[in-house]
């Protein structure tokens, strides 16, 4: 069901002090982009056949924020590619697991995306995430 790790998703309070660190290991954004029902500012850093997603929060009230004042910065999320969203959801809500996202909804980079709840994942946020 799942094809890779398409991205691993950081919580940074500063993007542009953050890229510097990545670009001196030699990573590039591709470019930056709002995300704005989520209220994050993104940016994708190629890694081989993956990615690191760098998410700065846009409102003191945003996941990011929040994530940020419980946890501090570091990393958020971990994304899996998956094919046909939709019906994996629904096999795995089928299957007990806790969804955030029922439905698919639009994330950064035209992906569909849906989150699984930590509850039901030990405590790693999973995205599930399909790509044209
Ligand atoms: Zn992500």
């Not at 510097?20 to 709002?34: D, N, S």
């Not at 997603?53 to 501090?72: F, W």
């Amino acid at each position: 069901m799942v094809k890779k790790v398409d991205h691993i998703g950081i919580a940074v309070k500063d993007l542009a002090t953050t890229l510097k660190i990545y670009e001196t290991l030699g990573l590039k954004a591709l470019e930056t982009e709002v995300v704005e029902d989520q209220k994050v500012k993104v940016a994708f850093l190629p890694v081989g056949d993956s990615e690191v997603e760098l998410l700065e929060s846009t409102a003191p009230d945003g996941p990011i924020a929040k994530y940020i004042e419980r946890n501090g910065e570091g990393i958020q999320h971990i994304a899996f590619r998956v094919e046909n969203l939709e019906q994996r959801l629904a096999e795995l809500k089928e299957k007990g697991v806790r969804l955030i996202d029922e439905k698919p909804r639009r994330g950064a980079g035209g992906a569909n995306i849906a989150f699984l709840h930590p509850k039901s994942t030990f405590g790693v946020l999973i995205e599930l995430c399909e790509r044209d």
